[in-house]
C-alpha cells in the first residue's frame, strides 16, 4: 500500500532509504468499510490520512439536523480536517468512508517527527498544506462566482470518478445546491 505515497512523495522530493523507511514506518495501513465514520466530530482529528483507494467526505450536521458536505476527496491524495488536525483543535466535521477506502493515516506526533528528521519530507509536508490552501481558495471562489450548473460541470470535467463513485446526495451538497436541482441540472445535460 506504501508504493502509491511513494510514488507522490518521489514525484516532486528525493527520499534516501532511510527515509523511505521512515515513511513505511509510520504511516500506517488501515481500510474502513462503505458508510463508516473514520472520525467523529466533537473530536480533535486523530491522522492524516491519505488515500490509497476509495472516497472520503467531511460533512457537519446544521442545526436542522441536515448533512452538509464540505469535502469530497479522491485517490491519490490527502484528507483530514485540516485546520484542526494542524492546530490540535475539536473539529465540528465527520471524516466518512463513502466507499470502501484502503488508506495510509499518521498521527500528527509521528508527522512532526518525520518532518524534523527529513527535510524532504519537510518540504513535501509543505507543498501538500500549500496546495490544500490552494484548493480551498478556488472552491471558495467558484462557490462564490459560479452557477449550480458550471459548478457540476467543472466537478464532471475536473473528478469524473467522484460522478460515477459518490452518491448524488453528497455531489448536491458539496456543490452547494438541493440533490433534486442536481437531478434537474444531470437530466438538462443528459438531454
Do not use: W
Not at 484542526?84 to 466535521?93: A, K, L, P, Q, R
Not at 509521528?110 to 498544506?129: C, E, G, H, P, W
Amino acid at each position: 500500500m506504501h508504493d502509491k505515497l511513494l510514488q507522490h512523495i518521489y514525484s516532486g522530493h528525493d527520499l534516501s532509504q532511510e527515509e523511505t523507511e521512515a515513511v513505511k514506518k509510520y504511516f500506517e495501513p488501515v481500510s474502513f468499510s462503505k458508510n463508516t465514520i473514520i472520525e467523529e466530530a466533537g473530536r480533535i482529528p486523530q491522522y492524516l490520512y491519505y488515500i490509497v483507494s476509495g472516497y472520503l467526505r467531511l460533512f457537519y450536521t446544521d442545526e436542522n439536523g441536515h448533512e452538509v458536505t464540505t469535502h469530497i476527496n479522491c485517490p491519490p491524495g490527502f484528507f483530514t480536517s485540516y485546520s484542526d488536525y494542524i492546530n490540535s483543535t475539536v473539529s465540528e466535521n465527520n471524516l466518512e468512508a463513502i466507499t470502501d477506502a484502503q488508506l495510509l493515516r499518521i498521527s500528527q506526533e509521528n508527522l512532526n517527527f518525520l518532518i524534523s528528521q527529513s527535510q524532504a519530507m519537510k518540504d513535501f509536508s509543505i507543498s501538500i498544506f500549500q496546495q490544500s490552501i490552494t484548493y480551498n481558495e478556488k472552491r471558495s471562489r467558484e462557490l462564490s462566482v459560479l452557477n449550480a450548473e458550471q459548478r457540476y460541470l467543472k466537478l464532471m470535467n475536473d473528478y469524473p470518478g467522484i460522478i460515477q463513485n459518490v452518491p448524488i446526495q453528497y455531489i448536491a451538497s458539496f456543490l452547494g445546491m438541493k440533490p433534486e436541482s442536481l437531478s434537474r441540472i444531470r437530466r438538462k445535460i443528459i438531454n
